[in-house]
């Protein structure tokens, strides 16, 4: 499946590089083992993220460990949210992109679903143009065009 990332070109060499370095250390994959990627994302109201992820993504919920994890699927990597204590204080260091044919509309549904808008107005870098919002209790993530 091809890198849809809006940024895959800029960043191509050096995760060639990356991959080139760690198969000379013997770091790769054992032949024919399977990876599956899940996302996992703090939250402090459970029910809240779950309902707020499940519209966003149009996911379904995949288990739950009551009071603790929501795990959701459908399209895409499984988004898991985990209950924490503590209140999100500084920028994701990871977040999910969001590609959408149409980015003004989708905004304004996030928006209606209870996401805030963090940049006025789209950014535009890379040949691409994306808004920053947030999730109800504040983690960053990102709509853009889907260059596909």
């Known amino acids: 499946m091809p890198n849809r990332s809006p940024f895959a070109t800029s960043l191509r060499k050096p995760v060639n590089a990356a991959l080139t370095q760690a198969r000379a250390i013997g770091a790769s ?3 024919n083992a399977v ?3 899940e996302l996992t994302l703090d939250c402090m109201d459970l029910d809240r993220a ?8 149009g996911y379904v919920v995949d288990g ?6 929501v795990s959701l699927s459908g399209q895409g990597p499984s988004l898991s949210l985990q209950l924490v204590e503590e209140l999100k204080s500084v920028k994701n260091r990871m977040h999910l992109d969001l590609l959408v044919d149409d980015v003004e509309g989708e905004v304004r549904r996030l928006e209606a679903l209870g996401a805030s808008r963090l940049t006025p107005a ?4 890379f040949g691409q143009t994306w808004f920053v919002l947030a999730d109800p209790e504040g983690n960053e993530f990102c709509v853009a065009h889907d260059p596909s």
């Open 122 to 125: 789209a950014r535009q870098e």
């Open 50 to 57: 779950a309902a707020f992820w499940q519209a966003a993504l």
């Open 64 to 69: 739950a460990i009551e009071g603790k994890y």
């Open 35 to 37: 990876m599956r990627i």
């Open 29 to 31: 994959l054992r032949e």
